[in-house]
């Protein structure tokens, strides 16, 4: 059975920094890409970063240069950096995996950006 889970989100002050985790299980973790996705309160999802299988990364123009993407295959984790963060990034943070077309999802890990 597939499973992902998300950890290290919390409470800090903006211009932080958090690192949030994601730990897989039931595939092969360094055969696939995986993906950090957010979901700001009322509003849809938002995908945010990506890393290969390679070690390739992309993120979205709001968190360019500010978060970094990253992944431990031997501890089969996927890691988001966060830094410089700004009230806009708060959010609920997923990992997401793709397997022949379906998409995998963590619990997701709350981080609320205030002062």
């Known amino acids: 059975e597939v499973q992902l889970v998300e950890s290290g989100g919390g409470l800090v002050q903006p211009g932080g920094s958090l690192r949030l985790s994601c730990g897989g299980s039931?595939?092969?973790?360094?055969?696939?890409?995986m993906a950090w996705v957010r979901q700001a309160p009322g509003k849809g999802l938002e995908w945010v970063a990506l890393i290969t299988s390679g070690g390739s990364t992309t993120y979205a123009g709001s968190v360019k240069g500010r978060f970094t993407v990253s992944r431990d295959n031997a501890k089969n984790t996927v890691y988001l950096q966060m830094n410089t963060l700004k009230p806009e990034d708060t959010a609920v943070y997923y990992c997401?995996?793709?397997?022949?077309?379906?998409?995998?999802w963590g619990q997701g890990t709350q981080v609320t950006v205030s002062s």
């Open positions: 997401n995996l793709k397997i022949q077309g379906y998409d995998y």
């Open positions: 039931g595939f092969t973790f360094s055969n696939y890409d």
